[in-house]
């Protein structure tokens, strides 16, 4: 599994923006979908997951502002993020959870990471 994450930027606080992933490989393997951020000498944190089948999970500093969605036509998973504030700047990585039957692998595929910028 592979992805390519787009859509960051800079953006004034209380502003809006959609980041995207787009998926490729053996994408039918994968079971969940989620989008982490790492500020600036910080750890990478989970700010949203979606699991087939399941709940999905934000963090409680994004909840109630993002949104994450998975269009399986496109094999691509989306962040909205509204009512931006400067705590959210951070470089946001997509994930994708998969498990390959034909070689009974379980692993963790990662985006390339884009910097979204909130400024005050």
């Known amino acids: 599994v592979q992805l390519q994450a787009s859509g960051g930027g800079f953006v004034q606080a209380g502003g809006s923006m959609r980041l995207s992933c787009a998926a490729s490989g053996k994408v039918s393997s994968i079971n969940a979908v989620a989008w982490y951020r790492q500020a600036p000498g910080k750890q990478r944190d989970l700010v949203a997951r979606?699991?087939?089948?399941?709940?999905?999970k934000y963090a409680d500093s994004v909840k109630g502002r993002f949104t994450i969605s998975r269009d399986n036509a496109k094999n691509t998973v989306y962040l909205q993020m509204d009512r931006l504030k400067p705590e959210d700047t951070a470089v946001y990585y997509c994930?994708?959870?998969?498990?390959?039957?034909?070689?009974?692998?379980?692993?963790?595929?990662w985006g390339q990471g884009t910097q979204v910028t909130v400024s005050s």
């Open positions: 994930a994708a959870e998969y498990f390959d039957v034909s070689t009974t692998v379980v692993g963790r595929a």
């Open positions: 979606m699991p087939d089948g399941g709940i999905t």
